[in-house]
């Protein structure tokens, strides 16, 4: 399942959030010098509005935008998969926004 945000504690409201975004179509991705695009960029954009929220984007790659939430530089990063190392560093939202899954061309082996 696919979280949308992984984060530190978020500033108030009409303070700037910082959030890391990476090249992960059709989730999150910026071409050339334009805003972010993708189905994460768009909710937040809906849910800023709402909340009255302030987001400064910082492109990043998924290392660096590891390192830039592991020593504060960005309030949040998204998107991000739960796994259980993950849900002991960062606090995750509760409902997962994106389910993916796959399975291989033999069918389920469980």
Known sequence: ???LCISFPVAAAQETIRLGIYHNPPLSFVEGNREPSGFVPDLLKYISDQEDWRIEYVTCDWDECNSLLS???IHMLSPVSV???RARRYDFNRESFFVNWGADR???KG
């Open 71 to 73: 020593f504060g530089e």
């Open 1 to 3: 399942m696919m979280s």
């Open 83 to 85: 796994s259980e190392g």
């Open 106 to 108: 033999d069918g389920w």
